[in-house]
Nanobody, 128 residues
Framework: VQLQAFGGGVVQAGGSLRLSCVASGGTFSSYHMGWFRQAPGKAREFVGGVNWSGGSTYFAESVKGRFTISRDNAKNTVYLQMNSLTPEDTAVYYC??????????????????????WGQGTLVTVSS
């Protein structure tokens, strides 16, 4: 399974950006998907996740209420919609995937090691 994340760029504080992660080579609809980010000099941190159907999502406290996750299984794609961005959101964003059906998404997978497949990352820079 290969994941490819794209959609990063430079945005002003308060702005919005949508990232996409496209999967190939597997059965995307059976994957639990997560988004992580890594700022310069910091560890990779969990941002949010979504279950196989898209019906359940969960987020880190730092982005809750500002970010949303959705998925389109017909397009093998998961999205991270980021609103009200701040300079603290500047990071390389990664999508991760793992097999598993979790009706309640928050019962799975907050750690980097929980995910099997990873995309290459896309850089988001928020200017003040």
């Amino acid at each position: 399974v290969q994941l490819q994340a794209f959609g990063g760029g430079v945005v002003q504080a308060g702005g919005s950006l949508r990232l996409s992660c496209v999967a190939s080579g597997g059965t995307f609809s059976s994957y639990h998907m997560g988004w992580f980010r890594q700022a310069p000099g910091k560890a990779r941190e969990f941002v949010g996740g979504v279950n196989w159907s898209g019906g359940s999502t969960y987020f880190a406290e730092s982005v809750k209420g500002r970010f949303t996750i959705s998925r389109d299984n017909a397009k093998n794609t998961v999205y991270l919609q980021m609103n009200s961005l701040t300079p603290e959101d500047t990071a390389v964003y990664y999508c991760g995937g793992r097999r598993g059906n979790y009706p309640v998404a928050s019962r799975c997978c907050y750690q980097h090691s929980d995910y099997t497949y990873w995309g290459q990352g896309t850089l988001v820079t928020v200017s003040s």
